[in-house]
């Protein structure tokens, strides 16, 4: 079994680093020595700088190959195991009675050990080597709760525990110096900042990171998806570099159209990019996405079981979901298993023997995503929502005037359509790529550069740290999802904890079979268009 390695001195001056600065490096193989020169800048996790653009996604091909090599052997050697760390946080033990939880209800019982034993048992019998970091926001997990963690894994799977994970800061200072007689607090939001501490930590020794909250149910279907979208992105950027344009084309391309969309905010391209040549650079900035989901469940009185809720969703009369996403019976062509299997009788809050029709989701909608035809192996996607300096261009479900008005202002990074997927996955080398080139202030610690605006607990959320607003925003990820409906599945993710159906308004939410079908609406009307020319 891999042992875990433990750096306690970096978890302390964690804690803390709500109110000082931190100056400290982890010391990876290779690695420079960090001077005080140095600080104001983010710190380089390998030694010359020149090399990190370079390494982008070049571990992907290895990654997947050996992710596959591993389904395919019974018994595979060390190095030819993935090695995988899975990294979740969670703040509380026992709900504490709010967002719809019942005050006292045993979470980690029946809500994160439930799904983790899933996540985990997915991985490994593929032959994968798992690792398990737990990162807790309450001060002590007791002796016979850990053996009950661990008893429930499958044998050689190893558990490390970060408790009192919390860290402390001054509360809304807001980058000013604290009242004389003004109190430390816990930053109960930035829980979810503190795996990048261990990300940074274990960097070195795991293949593969997966890191999320604690109510999310991720198994090697979503990994297997992820990284085949990676290479197919990879070899898209291989396309781009081998033209004379480095641009990757269509091999059908539509002819030229004229006059193109101008963009009305601060967006490089207009919103009627369909199947236009991608430069090599762009290509970089997309990245594999998900879509949060949950199961209704089947208690008396669902308000969103009443008659007609779910079949008035957002945008129904301007953007009718295809027919052509559903069967002659009318059932959508997505299929609820791989995300949402449950057996009967279920764990926690699940619902048992999910029909496809009871899957919903709440995080975006239509109005705010685009599509796009890129080169094979990529193909048709949907483009989630991004800031607009980072846009790489798509076709907007609104272009040119389906919201009933002329040079309608698509929407950006908006709390209720973002598409928060409360949590990521990336490869070695991806990770690499957020903190030496795509994140602006770097992706890990120590935040103290003039990006952070000497203070990164007051000013981030939640969200900002698992949800994706920094990687999807501030680092010019551009999150797409396949539009094929066996890999479109696959990036539907369970939120096991089952209560935003019963805490957000009905309004935002929508069938996932109907969001696909709009999303696959949009696309045949981007078609439609370049047959026009």
């Known amino acids: ?65 050996l992710a596959m090599q591993s389904t395919s052997s019974s018994a595979p050697s060390h190095d030819q195991q993935l090695r995988v760390l899975l990294i979740v946080t969670s703040l509380v033990e026992y709900d504490k009675g709010t967002r719809g939880t019942k005050r006292g209800y045993d979470r980690l019982q029946y809500v994160v050990l439930p799904q983790l034993v899933d996540s985990v048992s997915s991985m490994t019998s593929r032959g994968w080597h798992v690792d398990v970091y737990l990162v807790l926001g309450y001060a002590h997990l007791a002796p016979d709760r850990r053996q009950m963690i661990q008893r429930s894994f499958p044998e050689g799977v190893g558990l490390e525990v970060w408790e009192d994970a919390i860290p402390l800061h001054y509360a809304n200072t807001f980058n000013k110096r604290p009242k004389a007689d003004q109190s430390l607090k816990m930053a109960d939001h930035a829980l979810s900042r503190q795996h990048r501490f261990v990300l940074r930590d274990k960097l070195p020794f795991y293949d593969f990171f997966v890191c999320f909250e604690d109510d999310m149910r991720v198994t090697a279907d979503h990994v297997i998806n992820f990284l085949e979208l990676s290479s197919g992105i990879q070899h898209l950027h291989n396309q781009a570099l081998s033209n004379s344009d480095h641009h990757a084309h269509v091999s059908d391309p539509s002819p030229p159209r004229s006059p193109r969309h101008k963009p009305n905010d601060g967006a490089l391209f207009g919103n009627d990019v369909i199947d236009d040549p991608v430069q090599a650079e762009h290509v970089k900035r997309l990245f594999p996405g998900f879509l949060r989901v949950e199961v209704l469940d089947r208690q008396p009185d669902h308000p969103l079981r009443r008659p007609g809720v779910l079949d008035n969703h957002g945008f129904v009369k301007e953007i009718p979901p295809s027919t052509n996403a559903f069967t002659s019976n009318g059932e959508s062509m997505l299929k609820p298993t791989n995300c949402c299997a449950e057996d009967d009788p279920p764990r926690g809050k699940t619902t048992p023997h999910p029909k496809m029709d009871e899957l919903i989701l709440w995080e975006t909608n239509i109005q705010a995503t685009g599509v796009r035809k890129y080169a094979d192996p990529v193909g048709w996607v949907a483009a989630m929502p991004v800031e607009d300096r980072s846009d790489v261009g798509s076709s907007w479900s609104g272009y040119p005037n389906v919201y009933g008005k002329e040079n309608v202002k698509r929407p950006r990074r908006i709390d209720a359509t973002i598409g928060n997927q409360a ?97 696959m609406k949009v696309k045949e009307r981007a078609e439609e268009l370049i047959r026009q020319f």
């Open 1 to 65: 079994t891999m042992k875990l390695l433990l750096t306690r001195h970096l978890f302390l001056l964690a804690t803390i680093a709500g109110f000082c600065t931190l100056y400290c490096c982890i010391t990876n193989s290779g690695a420079d020595a960090i001077t005080k020169e140095d600080h104001g800048r983010r710190r380089r996790l390998q030694g010359k700088d020149d090399d990190a653009e370079d390494r982008w996604f070049n571990d992907v091909p290895r990654i997947h190959s």
């Open 423 to 519: 949590g990521f996955m990336a490869t070695r080398s991806q990770i690499e790529y957020f903190h030496n080139v795509a994140c602006p202030g770097g992706f890990f610690p120590p935040y103290d550069s003039q990006h952070w605006k000497g203070d990164s607990l007051q000013r981030h959320s939640v969200e900002f740290w698992s949800g994706g607003f920094q990687l999807f925003g501030q680092c010019f990820l551009n999150r797409i999802l396949s539009l094929d409906p066996k890999k479109f599945e696959r990036q539907l993710i369970y939120h096991v904890s089952n209560n935003k159906q019963r805490t957000i308004a009905a309004k935002k939410v929508i069938r996932v079979g109907d969001f696909y079908g709009q999303i």
